[in-house]
C-alpha cells in the first residue's frame, strides 16, 4: 500500500517569503508528526496531531511556523516570513494509534532559504 | 542539556564486526524505546521498539534498555555493508506521543 509522500520534495526559496509543505498520510492513521532535521542534527519535534484532539504545538520554534490537518487525513506546514535558518529537511510521519512508538516516515521535503 | 544523548560518530567497522549504538537519556518517565535506521536522503524507518527495561532480538539486531541507568543500546551482529546509514534512537512518554529523538550516529561498514 501506499506510504506516507510529502511534496515537494525540494524547495527553494527567498528570505521573507512564505512557503507550504504538503504530507499525506497513510490512509487510517489518526496521528501525524511535523520534523524537523537539520545537518548532522536529529529529528526535531515540531507538532503532533492525534484525532480530533487540539494538536501538540510545543516543538514549533516561533509563530512564524504552523501546521493544520483537514478532515483527519492531509497536513499542511506553513512557515512565514522564512529565514535562512529554516533551511532543513522537513518530515512528516504517521502512526495507528493502537501502535505507540511506531511512525511511518515520508521522504521528507528540503527546505533552502536564500 | 537535551533529553536524549548520541554519540553522532561517525562510526567505521569492518564486515562482520559487532556494532554497538549507544543513547542516554534524562527523563525517567520515558517508557518507549526506538530505533531507527535512516538511509541517505530517504526518511528514518523502525528497526526495533522495546518497552521498558529489558532486551529485544530481531535478526542480527539486540536492542536494550536499561531503566535505572537510562541507556539504550543497540548491536549489530555480523554487519553489513548494507548496514551503513544514521542510526537514530528515541523514546516516548507513557502518556503521550511526543517523540524525542537523539542526534543519530552515522555507520559504515566497510567491505
Known amino acids: 500500500g501506499a506510504g506516507v509522500s510529502q511534496s515537494p520534495s525540494n524547495k527553494v526559496t527567498e528570505k521573507g517569503k512564505d512557503v507550504e509543505l504538503r504530507c499525506d498520510p497513510i490512509s487510517g492513521h489518526t496521528a501525524l508528526y511535523w520534523y524537523r532535521q537539520s545537518l548532522g542534527q536529529g529529528l526535531e519535534f515540531l507538532i503532533y496531531f492525534q484525532g480530533n484532539s487540539a494538536p501538540d504545538k510545543s516543538g514549533l520554534p516561533s509563530d512564524r511556523f504552523s501546521a493544520e490537518r483537514t478532515g483527519g487525513s492531509v497536513s499542511t506546514l506553513t512557515i512565514q516570513r522564512t529565514q535562512q535558518e529554516d533551511s532543513a529537511v522537513y518530515l512528516c510521519a504517521s502512526s495507528s494509534s493502537g501502535r505507540v512508538g511506531e511512525q511511518f516516515f515520508g521522504p521528507g521535503t528540503r527546505l533552502t532559504v536564500l | 542539556q537535551k533529553e536524549v544523548e548520541q554519540d553522532p560518530g561517525p562510526l567505521s567497522v569492518p564486515e562482520g564486526a559487532i556494532v554497538s549504538l549507544n543513547c542516554t537519556y534524562s527523563?525517567?518517565?520515558?517508557?518507549?524505546f526506538m530505533w531507527y535506521r535512516q538511509y541517505s536522503r530517504k526518511g528514518p524507518e523502525l528497526l526495533m521498539y522495546t518497552y521498558s527495561s529489558g532486551n529485544k532480538e530481531d535478526g542480527r539486531f539486540t536492542a536494550q534498555v536499561d531503566k535505572s541507568s537510562k541507556y539504550i543500546s543497540l548491536f549489530i551482529r555480523d554487519s553489513q555493508p548494507s548496514d551503513s546509514a544514521t542510526y537514530l534512537c528515541?523514546?516516548?512518554?507513557?502518556?503521550?506521543?511526543?517523540?524525542?529523538f537523539g542526534a543519530g550516529t552515522r555507520l559504515f561498514v566497510k567491505a
Open positions: 527523563n525517567s518517565a520515558f517508557q518507549y
Open positions: 528515541a523514546t516516548q512518554g507513557a502518556g503521550g506521543f511526543k517523540t524525542i
